[in-house]
């Protein structure tokens, strides 16, 4: 069983900062993607950015040159670092990961339970 564990949500005033963090833990070969993901009340879950294990990135246009993602391979985490903040990427945050199972063959996506980043105006 794999578990992601996030940490880092909190209450941030507009232009404030915050740093994400996300480690997966238990049984598997290899993790081919982290990420995070968010949903704002009353919206659909949305992508914010990913890295890959060979450290390729996306970010969903809304964050790009705010917020960095960044991912330690050894200690199966990844982070994102949130600045300029605005009210509108106030959301649950999901932690994502794309994993090579136990059986070595098949990719599982798994998610965090999400934390929750507020941004006050």
């Known amino acids: 069983q794999v578990q992601l564990v996030e940490s880092g949500g909190g209450l941030v005033q507009a232009g404030g900062s915050l740093r994400l963090s996300c480690a997966a833990s238990?049984?598997?070969?290899?993790?081919?993607?982290m990420g995070w993901y968010r949903q704002a009340p009353g919206k659909q879950r949305e992508l914010v950015a990913t890295?890959?294990?060979?450290?390729?990135?996306n970010y969903a246009d809304s964050v790009k040159g705010r917020f960095t993602i960044s991912g330690d391979n050894a200690k199966n985490t990844v982070y994102v670092q949130m600045s300029s903040l605005k009210p509108e990427d106030t959301a649950i945050y999901y932690c994502?990961?794309?994993?090579?199972?136990?059986?070595?063959?098949?990719?599982?996506?798994?998610w965090g339970q999400g934390t929750q980043v507020t941004v006050s105006s």
């Open positions: 994502y990961a794309r994993i090579i199972g136990t059986d070595g063959i098949f990719e599982y996506v798994y």
């Open positions: 238990g049984s598997f070969v290899s993790i081919k993607a």
């Open positions: 890295i890959t294990s060979g450290k390729s990135t």
